[in-house]
Every structure is written in structure tokens, then in C-alpha cells.
């Protein structure tokens, strides 16, 4: 049995070498670091509205908004109209006290700015505000950070890096649909699927292997992203055990759904729309409340938050363990299945 | 080693049968030939047999395996050689064999000695899809040796191959017969049936038309002829008799004491001309 396993498993590797597939990995692999690295940036969020309240004399912070004309800036009136602004969750408050001139700044955040942010906003501020207390020949005010949600909202990774789950997941994980499916339709083509059928091997061991193999598959994609993209950021074991587990789950997927292809043209045109769907829940990964159940039961659903939270932690390791269980459980429906359908397929779908 | 009775197949489970109503036997050591025109139920009957398709109706048994659940160990005992050359073409042929080797739970021959055998040692690292035609096919047939079976499965192995090596290949298959193999030879070769076939079966439209050995089929349907070269008036003459007609018997002795007899051949008639016969159709197409 152990045999059999090694001598399939290496069957599958080779026959991956030979059809350039890790060639192709490996190529990917390289083109998404790039991508990564040197043409997406690294932030892109959006600019907050600012919310001023300036209640000094001479109201030049005021004056000095209103001049820039700022599309982005609601000048308060009062306190009241100031905090009742405060309460949506994309501004940023900026209130200034003093007599004439300003004598202290408070900036308020919601919580969920990154540090980078926060830092260039205030620098720009201070900036501001040492222009126009040089020239009237006032003291430099007392600046003051207050977070109305403090923690509520985890660290947010750089852009470009936050992308780096998405092309795992669908790089890595879904190319099992396209490369396992190919393998298996060119066995049918080339009848090699009752060469085998006629030995003792069974479809459990050619079931495994051929997971063995494009799990691997997936490791080397993911390796070599993470190495140029992440580095040794995040939880590399957590990440390597669900991107293993999403490639044997989408493999023995796919191992069943091919069933119904006798070509490789009508395979490629049916995976289209397997991926469409199995991909839908990367718009969650970034839109975290648009999740409806139906998206939320898709077996890609954990894979993809389940790979945000081991790389980018935000102290829910839950996240990956329960992404782990549902690719457990899938598994375990799903393998009745792939054994009667690959059953099937190794004798020619003639049975 | 081989037991069918009473054999229906329909692809459609419908009343449109590829095998139909079929029952033979095939001892131990004996090499069975199924002889047909394409289509006539050939390949789906060693389909059957080999368990890459169901027994749908009758029953079939193989080595003592029952073939309705005949059980993976039922592989470890037999060989099968396909009509049509399935390797894997990204693997060399030596590791072709090599991997089916591994899948076997039983004793396997040295994958290099069987594709020495087969005369393809020189291109034993050579991807498989490299081969010539006749390369592969004799790829396939050495694989199907690779277990030593006891009940080997051919389909067509001499396609592709050259005079030399579709003699080497009945050799292998004779040899084996002395190892006391039984063969279950697929073909509509029937030059090959005829050389190395203890029985034949005659399949058509899906049912057995008739099974003996090759020397009764032909004696219960061919025609025996005498050709009979002889001079007559220094011209030199040729003349056919029947040996199955007493006109003819009698005039071939009438010219052999008339006339100087140069040569006298005996004829018989081919397994071809037999099955035409029999069945009313030729064997290709």
C-alpha cells in the first residue's frame, strides 16, 4: 500500500515536472512577487473626511481650511455638531481650543487608521500650523491624539501584502482545479486510466496520491511567494496546513466534478465556472460585511479568512482552526463522492 | 481459468446487445483466439472479462473470480495488453513499466529484461511518446507481462509490428503457453490465430458462431483443393480439383496417369475463408 502511494505520488510529480506545471508555478510564483512588491501599492486608503471645530478668537484654522477649500472637510459649529459628526465611522476629528490663536489641537481617530496614516496626518497638521503660528509670531500649540475605539479594530496590513492570502488562495489552492482536472481528462484521453485499472491499485491510494501531489504543488507557490512577498511574517505553519488542505479538498472536487467531461476543451470551459463560484468569497476578504450564508458555506469561504488571520493575526487563531475543520469535514463528504466518480473515470466513465 | 455463460452486454442496457448470449471455456494453458470483424463484440467481451466493464447478465469467472465482484486481487493474475497503446507519454518507457510494476502485490518480472524481450532496451529512457507506433504497442505488451499472469489478455498484439517482431511476439506468447499460461487472444489476425491458437472462436453481430480448434474449423467448412502443375504438348498447364468432389477425385487420378505430373500442391482453406463462410462477412471492416 505505502508502495503503491510513493510510486503514484511520484508518478504524479513527474508528470507535473514533465508538463511544465511546476515550471508554471514557479513562473506565477515569481509574477505575483513582482506584482506585489513593485506594482501595488502599498496604501491605498481612502482619504477620511477631517471634521474641524475651531473655537479660538481669531478662528484662523478655520479660515485656513476654508481657503485651501478642501472637498473633504466639514467645519463644525459647535461642540454638539462636531461629536454628532464624530459618529460616522470614516472621519477624523480635528478640534482646535484657544483664546486668539490655537493653543491646542486635539485629533480624534476612530480606530481603525493605520499608524502610518495617523503619523502623516499630523505631520501635515503640524506643518499647517507652524505656518501660521510663525507668522503671527504665536507659541507652537499642544497637540493631543485621542482613539474613540481604541483596538476595536486590528492593524491593517500594507495593501500590496494584504493581496497575498487572495493569490495564494487562488493560485495555490484553486490551480488544483485546472491541474488535477487536466491530468485526470489526458489519462482519459491517452487511456492510461485503464492501464491502471487493470492492476491491483485502487482508487483510494490514486485519490490520495493525486492530492499528495497537487498539495505540494501548492506549497512551492506558496513558499516562494511568501518568501519575496511576506518573508517570515504571519504563522507560516498555519498557513501551510490550510493552503495543503485547500488543494487536497479543491483536488478531490474536482476529481468528481470531472467526471462529467470527456475532453479537455469541455473540462476547461466547466472549470470557468467552478472557480467564478469557489472565488466569490474573496469579495468578502474585502468587503468583511458582505458575507451572506450562501457564500459563507462554500468550501473557499474559511480557506481565504482563514489565510488572512495566519498571515495578518488579529488574535483570533479560531479563524484557521475553523478553516481547518471545515476543509476537514468537506473532505469527508466530499471522498465518498470523488471514490464513486474516480471509480467511474478509471474505467472510462463506461461503467 | 475462464467460464462464461449464457453473456449479455447491451452499452444502452437496452435490448441492443454488443455481446449476446454468450458461454465458452478456456482451460488452463490454452490460448483461446476470438476472431472477428470490428464491431462484433471483440473488445467488449475481453472489457468484460478484464472488469473494466460490469457483467450486466450470465456470468463470467476469471481465475475463480467471480467478475460481477471479482476483487482487486483478481489483477495481481492477469495481464492485459491493450489493442490501442495507452503509456504514459511523459514517462520513459522504463519507467512506465516500473511504476505498473510497483502497483502489483506479487512478484514482477525485471522491467528492463521484459523490454529486452520486446526489442526496446535501446530506447528503455526514451519518453514514451517518442515511440513509433509498433514501439509502443510493444510497450504495452511487455507491460502486460510484468506480473507473470496466469490468464493473459491480447488484443491484437502483433498490430503495428513488423514480420520479425509479430514473430517474436507469437514466440513469447508460445512460450508462455509452455508456463502453462492461459491467452485469451483478441484479433482478426487470422495468419496469427491459425500459428499459435489451440481453439478459435468465431465472433459476429455480438454471439459466437462457431468455436473449434483451427484444423476442424477448417476441415468442417474449407474445401480441400489439389493444384496440379503438369505438360501437355510441351505447353505447361495448370488445374485445381476439388478433393471433396468425386468428379474431381476421379479426373486428377485420370491426369496423373495420363499426363507428366510436374508438381501437386494440397491447399486448404484459410481461417479467412472459413469465417467469411461462416459468418458472411470479412474480417476487416
Known amino acids: ?12 510529480l513527474r508528470l507535473i515536472t514533465r508538463n511544465y506545471y511546476l515550471a508554471i508555478v514557479v513562473i506565477l510564483a515569481l509574477l505575483y512577487a513582482l506584482v506585489t512588491r513593485f506594482l501595488i501599492p502599498a496604501d491605498l486608503s481612502p482619504q477620511p473626511a477631517v471634521v474641524l471645530l475651531d473655537s479660538t478668537g481669531a478662528q484662523a484654522m478655520r479660515q485656513l481650511y476654508e481657503r485651501a477649500g478642501g472637498g473633504n472637510v466639514i467645519v463644525a459649529g459647535s461642540a454638539d455638531e462636531y461629536d454628532r ?32 496614516t495617523r503619523r502623516l496626518l499630523e505631520a501635515s497638521l503640524q506643518g499647517q500650523v507652524a505656518a501660521l503660528t510663525g507668522a503671527m509670531g504665536t507659541a507652537f500649540p499642544v497637540f493631543q491624539r485621542t482613539v474613540l475605539r481604541p483596538g476595536q479594530v486590528a492593524e491593517q496590513p500594507p495593501f500590496n501584502l494584504a493581496l497575498v492570502p487572495i493569490f495564494i488562495f487562488s493560485e495555490a489552492v484553486l490551480m488544483g482545479i485546472f491541474l488535477a482536472g487536466a491530468l485526470l481528462i489526458a489519462e482519459k484521453e491517452d487511456r492510461t486510466n485503464r492501464a491502471y485499472q487493470v492492476t491491483p491499485a485502487g482508487t483510494a491510494e490514486y485519490l490520495v496520491a493525486r492530492s499528495l501531489a497537487m498539495g505540494v504543488l501548492a506549497l512551492v507557490f506558496t513558499v516562494l511567494l511568501n518568501l519575496l512577498t511576506t518573508g517570515l511574517a504571519g504563522n507560516w505553519a498555519m498557513i501551510l496546513l490550510l493552503v495543503f488542505a485547500g488543494a487536497v479538498v479543491t483536488t478531490i472536487f474536482t476529481l468528481i466534478y470531472a467526471a462529467v467531461f470527456m475532453n ?38 474559511p480557506i481565504i479568512f482563514g489565510l488572512r488571520e495566519a498571515y495578518f493575526p488579529s488574535g483570533n487563531p479560531g479563524l484557521v482552526t475553523t478553516a481547518l475543520g471545515q476543509l476537514g469535514i468537506t473532505a469527508l463528504v ?12 478509471l474505467r472510462g466513465g463506461e461503467a | 481459468m475462464i467460464k462464461v455463460r449464457d453473456l449479455y452486454f447491451s452499452y444502452g442496457r437496452d435490448k441492443n446487445y454488443a455481446v449476446s448470449g454468450v458461454s465458452f471455456e478456456v482451460e488452463k494453458g490454452e490460448i483461446l483466439g476470438f476472431l472477428g470483424p ?56 522504463l519507467e512506465n513499466l516500473a511504476f505498473f510494476a510497483s502497483m502489483y502485490e506479487v512478484p514482477t518480472a525485471d522491467p528492463m529484461a521484459l523490454l529486452r524481450m520486446v526489442g526496446l532496451e535501446d530506447a528503455a529512457t526514451r519518453r514514451a511518446g517518442a515511440y513509433s507506433k509498433g514501439m509502443s504497442q510493444r510497450l504495452v505488451f511487455a507491460r502486460s507481462m510484468l506480473n507473470r499472469p496466469t490468464i493473459w489478455f491480447l488484443d491484437e498484439p502483433t498490430s503495428g509490428q513488423d514480420p520479425a517482431m509479430t514473430q517474436r511476439v507469437k514466440e513469447i506468447v508460445l512460450e508462455e503457453r509452455e508456463r502453462g499460461v492461459t491467452v485469451f487472444l483478441t484479433t482478426h489476425n487470422m495468419q496469427v490465430a491459425e500459428d499459435i491458437c489451440d481453439r478459435v472462436a468465431f465472433i459476429n453481430e455480438g454471439k459466437i458462431v462457431d468455436l473449434d480448434t483451427p484444423r476442424n474449423l477448417k476441415l468442417r467448412y474449407g474445401e480441400q483443393f489439389v493444384i496440379v502443375e503438369y505438360r501437355d504438348a510441351g ?15 476421379a479426373a486428377l487420378a485420370a491426369l496423373v496417369g495420363e499426363r507428366p505430373v510436374e508438381t501437386i500442391h494440397s491447399q486448404e482453406a484459410t481461417l479467412e475463408e472459413v469465417f467469411i463462410k461462416v459468418t458472411g462477412r470479412a474480417l476487416r471492416g
Open chain 1, 1 to 12: 500500500m505505502f508502495r503503491r502511494l510513493l510510486s503514484l505520488t511520484q508518478r504524479d
Open chain 2, 38 to 93: 470490428n464491431g462484433a463484440g471483440k473488445s467488449t467481451m475481453q472489457k468484460i472479462l478484464t472488469g473494466l466493464l460490469p457483467v450486466q447478465q450470465g456470468e463470467v469467472t476469471v481465475a475463480g473470480h467471480d467478475m460481477r465482484r471479482p476483487g482487486r486481487d483478481l489483477f495481481n493474475k492477469i495481464g492485459v495488453s491493450f489493442e490501442i497503446a495507452n503509456n504514459y507519454h511523459k514517462l520513459s518507457g
Open chain 1, 334 to 345: 466530499l471522498v465518498p463522492l470523488a471514490m464513486w466518480a474516480l471509480g467511474k473515470q
Open chain 1, 85 to 116: 459628526h464624530l459618529e460616522a465611522a470614516n472621519r477624523i476629528g480635528i478640534k482646535v481650543t484657544g483664546s486668539v490663536m490655537p493653543e491646542r489641537i486635539e485629533v480624534t481617530y476612530q480606530g481603525w487608521e493605520t499608524e502610518k
Open chain 1, 264 to 301: 479537455l476543451s469541455q473540462f476547461l470551459a466547466g472549470s470557468i465556472l467552478a472557480i467564478f463560484v469557489l472565488s466569490l468569497p474573496a469579495g468578502s476578504y474585502f468587503m468583511p460585511a458582505f458575507s451572506p450564508v450562501w457564500m459563507r458555506v462554500l468550501p473557499s469561504y
Open chain 2, 235 to 249: 505447353q505447361l498447364k495448370k488445374q485445381i480439383f476439388s478433393m471433396g468432389a468425386d468428379k474431381d477425385r
